[in-house]
């Protein structure tokens, strides 16, 4: 395994010295110190490390704060800062740019490394929720209904391609905006839906399905006849982030669950009606097919990791893939074998077999942690004390 390289970036020469000794002591690579800003950036470029030790009062026209600015505009790595005493401009220039950690002088050897392992922790776990982020907002591009996922005060934070041709505003541009500046719904049973009515239902725990409603779009006062549905986006202890919102336009045809996701039968118990369109109700065992666009992609249960619900759709987390299906996670429950599959939490059905660390609270699966659900627990611990 390679070792993890740093680079040292102080004015002083001999802090800089004990700071380079201390860590290749302690198993890290430093190839080279810096003094300067200038310096720094040629050594980024010579030596491309995995992290960056930072002074902040770097002396020169350009102090570590400009260096950390560009380090975080180019590369992607982390920077921790060494501080001293610091007013708190300085400071509050010095947390915009992001540092995994500050090690304030003087200070030792345990210091030093517990400070760079936290730091290249962090960021390993950051660069995962990236990727994961990334990974859900393609797997949504493919959904043909519009998603709209808000703040708790409805300031919208993603827009699906569906969501931004309805809307008129593309998904950066709507960064921040309140949903209801986008849109005007209106129900014969719920009047006018707004900011203050929408939290007073998620406030109950409530998900808010408006089958038929007028939805206007304020950018050109065009109406769209449409369903509405908002249901509240929860963490792991079950707090209360923000709403995931799908609105399916009256002419959109309905979608059919079982053509989107089928349960492993036998050519023996397979529906007679299947001979209509064979290639859409096709099923092989041990797995699936999923809709992803206009193509029939096949999973395999043995490559699925876990499933969560988002509102009427179910993300299915595979070794290699995400995909989203519109669904609800109870019709997923029936149609996965019990022996292999088991619901954990209102949000989550694992695969037993991906489970790699567990306490009563919680399992882990391929990094992420999966909270257990109190109403869950009980079945779960039994069963893994049977197996």
């Not at 590369?75 to 401009?89: A, G, H």
């Not at 109190?374 to 069963?383: D, G, L």
Request: with cysteine; hydrophobic share 40%; proline share 4%.
């Amino acid at each position: 395994m390679d070792k993890v390289r740093i680079l040292v970036v102080e004015d002083e020469s001999i802090v800089a010295k004990d700071i380079q000794q201390t860590l290749i002591r302690l198993g890290y690579d430093v190839p080279a110190t810096a003094s300067s800003a200038p310096n720094a950036f040629a050594k980024l470029e010579e030596y491309d490390p995995d992290l960056v030790f930072l002074d902040i009062k770097l002396k020169g026209e350009q102090d570590g704060i400009h260096v950390a600015e560009h380090i975080r505009q180019k590369y992607d790595i982390p920077v921790i800062f060494l501080t001293s005493f610091v007013d708190k401009n300085t400071l509050d220039r010095a947390k915009v740019t992001e540092p995994y950690g500050y090690l304030v002088k003087p200070f030792n050897e345990s210091d030093l490394q517990t400070t760079v392992e936290m730091a290249l922790y962090k960021f390993k776990k950051d660069l995962q929720s990236r990727e994961n982020e990334k990974r859900f907002a393609n797997a949504l591009t493919n959904v043909e209904d519009a998603i709209l996922v808000t703040d708790m005060e409805c300031r919208v934070s993603f827009l699906n391609p569906k969501a931004e041709s309805i809307t008129g505003f593309g998904n950066v541009s709507a960064q921040g905006m309140n949903l209801f500046k986008l849109i005007k719904l209106e129900s014969d049973e719920y009047e006018i839906v707004n900011t203050d009515s929408l939290a007073k239902h998620m406030k109950q725990g409530d998900v808010l399905d408006i089958p038929e409603c007028t939805i206007t779009v304020l950018r050109d006062y065009s109406n769209i006849k449409a369903s509405f549905v908002c249901s509240p986006i929860r963490d792991e202890k079950d707090h209360l982030l923000g709403y995931a919102i799908v609105i399916t336009k009256a002419d959109t045809p309905a979608k059919k669950t079982n053509t989107e996701v089928q349960p492993t039968v036998t050519p023996e118990s397979k529906p007679a009606e299947t001979a209509s369109n064979p290639l859409e109700n096709q099923v092989i065992q041990n797995s699936f097919f999923v809709k992803r666009g206009s193509m029939l992609v096949k999973v395999f249960l043995e490559n699925i990791y876990w499933l969560q619900a988002m509102d009427n759709y179910v993300i299915i987390q595979t070794k290699e893939d995400q995909f989203v299906i519109h669904a609800t996670m109870k019709d997923i429950e029936t149609k996965l074998p019990s022996d292999k599959f088991l619901r954990i939490h209102r949000s989550y059905i694992i695969a037993l077999d991906k489970i790699s660390a567990m306490d009563e609270g919680a399992v882990v699966i391929k990094e992420k942690t999966i909270p257990v659900g109190k109403s869950y627990k009980e079945v779960f611990m039994n069963r893994i004390n049977f197996l």
